[in-house]
């Protein structure tokens, strides 16, 4: 092993270094700088140092325009060695180019993580006009647990739907999350010990949220005026809670899903999976008042954790004109019989048919009974020391170039490939995200339907016991992760990695920069406390 981390970090060195992008200033370049710190937070009224994105939970929101060129100068000021201390930012749900796959943030896939009082900057340059709902997040380990989120929106001057709603700003985003009064590395610690993924201790809107037995922390408050329409953006940062969204004598017209625009679906609940985004509009067209938004969970036995109560995840719908006061109603989990959304109704506005695979992968996801274990087609992901993208850059090419442990798929370029999902017994809805491209939603686990036509395309999915089929092109060579976004089941194997079209030719356009370059070496010679 070590002689290998030394063959890399030669190699390393000596690939030529085009000086790309260096001295050229990018057209609609957006600068911004993230210290990673930690900080004292107390979103539900339980005080706890957190990994933050400059002190706050959520971090600071982030919003570009369609086409822009978004720079990240991220330092890490992390101390607190109650959590881990080195760090990489993830930009859910963005695509990246092959040429800049190494600036996409996963650890031991397309990067090393950054280690304390290290910085790395991110290039992130919005590619093939992807505007839409997304996140930014911390992708080493289970670190997000511990706060480090944060919106990232890309606003479309030219919105198809724009039409349909009046107000849409940096005051009608939805943050909803799980959280933990615990630090994720004794958490981690007792998964792996017990088998049972940790339970929430609350959930969070906006960044306030209620546990059982704990402070009435305000509620987090939406105004509204009345005969506006609303498109409001709801991003589920979860870990692991699936959240039930609605809002009390109201309907949601849902206008994009991930990032791609819908035909309008008017719904009055959604069920979001963790990493799912959705943008809705709602029409403030009810009597002056205060009504509830809904956002109970569903994440493990609330036996296990007596703070948790799905209940207290809400916030509060404020007209203009209404008191300010909690709505008079009770607080329930949700309409009855409600009209709720079944993925499988949705489609895009710009239809585009699934095209014809040319490459099947089957992939059966099972649980090792009583382990923090989950396996893909028997192999459970452990990553590796020397990440999948240095691995390619030194001319790994074949399946047996990587260890079975890293469960690596070599795929040919601009193929179709679908992907699919055995029906899974457990039915524990594994939402399975997809970096840097989206997928064709061939067959929902929502329904029964086979719909190449016009299939949603989107970036996570639910895994369940109805089975799922997506199929994606490999047009943009890389190494994607490809995985659950219940961070426990990503951290105990629930990930693949789909090596994209990475034959010589589109190997030769990766030109990772110096600093990428410095990262193994920086953190392999880090002591573990310290990684
Ligand atoms: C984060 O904090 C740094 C240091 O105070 C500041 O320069 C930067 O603008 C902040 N970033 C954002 C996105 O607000
Ligand atoms: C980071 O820098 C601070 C201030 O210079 C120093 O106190 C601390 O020991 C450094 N931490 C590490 C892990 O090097
Ligand atoms: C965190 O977990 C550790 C180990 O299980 C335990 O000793 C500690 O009391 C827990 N802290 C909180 C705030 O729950
Ligand atoms: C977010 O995702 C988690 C995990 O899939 C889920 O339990 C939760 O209900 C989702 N939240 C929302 C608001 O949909
Ligand atoms: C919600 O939508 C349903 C069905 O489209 C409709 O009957 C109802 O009037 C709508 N409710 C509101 C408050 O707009
Ligand atoms: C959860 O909170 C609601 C609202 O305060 C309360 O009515 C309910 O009794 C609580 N549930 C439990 C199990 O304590
Ligand atoms: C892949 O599966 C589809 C059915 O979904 C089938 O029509 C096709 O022939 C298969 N292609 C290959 C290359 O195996
Ligand atoms: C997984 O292992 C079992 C038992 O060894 C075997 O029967 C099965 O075919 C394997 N499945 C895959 C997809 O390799
Ligand atoms: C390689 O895979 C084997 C199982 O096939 C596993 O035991 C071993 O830990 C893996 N090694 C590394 C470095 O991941
Ligand atoms: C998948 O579909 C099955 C069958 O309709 C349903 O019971 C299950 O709840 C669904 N799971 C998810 C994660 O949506
Ligand atoms: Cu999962």
Same mark, same amino acid.
């Given at each position: 092993?070590?002689?290998?981390?030394?063959?890399?970090?030669?190699?390393?060195?000596?690939?030529?270094?085009?000086?790309?992008?260096?001295?050229?200033?990018?057209?609609?370049?957006?600068?911004?700088?993230?210290?990673?710190?930690?900080?004292?937070?107390?979103?539900?009224?339980?005080?706890?140092?957190?990994?933050?994105?400059?002190?706050?939970?959520?971090?600071?929101?982030?919003?570009?325009?369609?086409?822009?060129?978004?720079?990240?100068?991220?330092?890490?000021?992390?101390?607190?060695?109650?959590?881990?201390?080195?760090?990489?930012?993830?930009?859910?749900?963005?695509?990246?180019?092959?040429?800049?796959?190494?600036?996409?943030?996963?650890?031991?896939?397309?990067?090393?993580?950054?280690?304390?009082?290290?910085?790395?900057?991110?290039?992130?340059?919005?590619?093939?006009?992807?505007?839409?709902?997304?996140?930014?997040?911390?992708?080493?380990?289970?670190?997000?647990?511990?706060?480090?989120?944060?919106?990232?929106?890309?606003?479309?001057?030219?919105?198809?739907?724009?039409?349909?709603?009046?107000?849409?700003?940096?005051?009608?985003?939805?943050?909803?999350?799980?959280?933990?009064?615990?630090?994720?590395?004794?958490?981690?610690?007792?998964?792996?010990?017990?088998?049972?993924?940790?339970?929430?201790?609350?959930?969070?809107?906006?960044?306030?949220? &209620?546990?059982?037995?704990?402070?009435?922390?305000?509620?987090?408050?939406?105004?509204?005026?009345?005969?506006?329409?609303?498109?409001?953006?709801?991003?589920?940062?979860?870990?692991?809670?699936?959240?039930?969204?609605?809002?009390?004598?109201?309907?949601?017209?849902?206008?994009?899903?991930?990032?791609?625009?819908?035909?309008?679906?008017?719904?009055?609940?959604?069920?979001?999976?963790?990493?799912? &985004?959705?943008?809705?509009?709602?029409?403030?067209?009810?009597?002056?008042?205060?009504?509830?938004?809904?956002?109970?969970?569903?994440?493990?036995?609330?036996?296990?954790?007596?703070?948790?109560?799905?209940?207290?995840?809400?916030?509060?719908?404020?007209?203009?004109?209404?008191?300010?006061?909690?709505?008079?109603?009770?607080?329930?989990?949700?309409?009855?019989?409600?009209?709720?959304?079944?993925?499988?109704?949705? &489609?895009?506005?710009?239809?585009?048919?699934?095209?014809?695979?040319?490459?099947?992968?089957?992939?059966?996801?099972?649980?090792?009974?009583?382990?923090?274990?989950?396996?893909?087609?028997?192999?459970?992901?452990?990553?590796?020391?020397?990440?999948?993208?240095?691995?390619?850059?030194?001319?790994?090419? &074949?399946?047996?170039?990587?260890?079975?442990?890293?469960?690596?798929?070599?795929?040919?370029?601009?193929?179709?490939?679908?992907?699919?999902?055995?029906?899974?017994?457990?039915?524990?809805?594994?939402?399975?995200?997809?970096?840097?491209?989206?997928?064709?939603?061939?067959?929902?686990?929502?329904?029964?339907?086979?719909?190449?036509?016009?299939?949603?395309?989107?970036?996570?999915?639910?895994?369940?016991?109805?089975?799922?089929?997506?199929?994606?092109?490999?047009?943009?060579?890389?190494?994607?992760?490809?995985?659950?976004?219940?961070?426990?089941?990503?951290?105990?194997?629930?990930?693949?990695?789909?090596?994209?079209?990475?034959?010589?030719?589109?190997?030769?356009?990766?030109?990772?920069?110096?600093?990428?370059?410095?990262?193994?070496?920086?953190?392999?010679?880090?002591?573990?406390?310290?990684?």
């Amino acid at each position: 092993m070590q002689l290998l981390l030394l063959t890399t970090a030669i190699l390393a060195l000596l690939r030529p270094h085009p000086a790309i992008g260096a001295a050229i200033r990018p057209r609609n370049l957006k600068e911004i700088t993230l210290d990673i710190v930690n900080a004292n937070v107390a979103p539900d009224g339980f005080e706890r140092s957190a990994v933050t994105a400059n002190g706050t939970y959520p971090g600071p929101l982030i919003t570009l325009t369609k086409g822009d060129f978004l720079r990240v100068t991220m330092h890490n000021r992390l101390t607190d060695p109650t959590m881990r201390r080195s760090t990489s930012l993830n930009f859910d749900g963005i695509f990246f180019s092959t040429q800049n796959s190494f600036h996409e943030g996963t650890p031991f896939v397309t990067t090393c993580p950054i280690g304390p009082n290290a910085s790395f900057v991110y290039d992130v340059p919005l590619i093939e006009g992807q505007t839409g709902t997304f996140w930014y997040h911390s992708q080493l380990s289970v670190q997000y647990v511990d706060g480090l989120r944060g919106a990232l929106i890309v606003y479309d001057p030219e919105d198809p739907s724009a039409h349909l709603y009046d107000v849409d700003d940096v005051n009608t985003i939805w943050q909803i999350g799980d959280w933990w009064h615990n630090s994720s590395i004794p958490l981690l610690a007792g998964y792996v010990a017990t088998g049972i993924v940790p339970v929430s201790d609350s959930g969070t809107f906006n960044g306030v949220g &209620r546990f059982q037995g704990g402070p009435e922390v305000p509620f987090f408050v939406q105004n509204v005026e009345a005969g506006k329409r609303y498109r409001f953006r709801i991003i589920n940062q979860s870990a692991r809670n699936v959240f039930t969204m609605s809002v009390d004598n109201h309907n949601l017209t849902i206008i994009e899903a991930d990032g791609t625009t819908t035909v309008p679906h008017t719904v009055n609940q959604i069920i979001m999976l963790a990493g799912q &985004r959705y943008s809705v509009v709602l029409e403030a067209n009810q009597p002056v008042a205060n009504y509830w938004i809904n956002a109970p969970f569903v994440g493990g036995n609330p036996a296990v954790n007596p703070n948790q109560n799905a209940t207290l995840s809400r916030a509060i719908l404020r007209y203009a004109g209404a008191p300010a006061a909690d709505p008079v109603t009770p607080m329930t989990l949700g309409p009855v019989n409600a009209n709720e959304l079944i993925e499988a109704d949705l &489609r895009p506005l710009a239809a585009q048919a699934a095209p014809t695979p040319d490459v099947n992968i089957s992939l059966t996801l099972f649980v090792t009974p009583g382990k923090a274990q989950w396996n893909i087609n028997n192999v459970s992901y452990l990553s590796p020391v020397v990440p999948t993208l240095v691995k390619v850059l030194d001319g790994a090419t &074949r399946a047996a170039d990587f260890n079975v442990t890293e469960n690596t798929f070599i795929l040919p370029v601009n193929s179709v490939i679908e992907v699919d999902f055995a029906p899974n017994i457990d039915d524990e809805a594994h939402p399975f995200h997809m970096h840097g491209n989206n997928f064709f939603v061939v067959k929902s686990n929502s329904s029964d339907l086979v719909n190449t036509v016009n299939p949603l395309r989107r970036d996570v999915t639910g895994v369940g016991a109805a089975g799922v089929i997506v199929r994606f092109i490999t047009n943009r060579p890389g190494t994607w992760f490809f995985h659950c976004h219940i961070f426990w089941h990503m951290q105990a194997g629930l990930a693949t990695v789909m090596a994209s079209g990475l034959d010589g030719t589109d190997r030769a356009d990766i030109h990772p920069n110096r600093a990428w370059e410095n990262l193994c070496p920086a953190y392999d010679a880090l002591p573990a406390d310290l990684q």
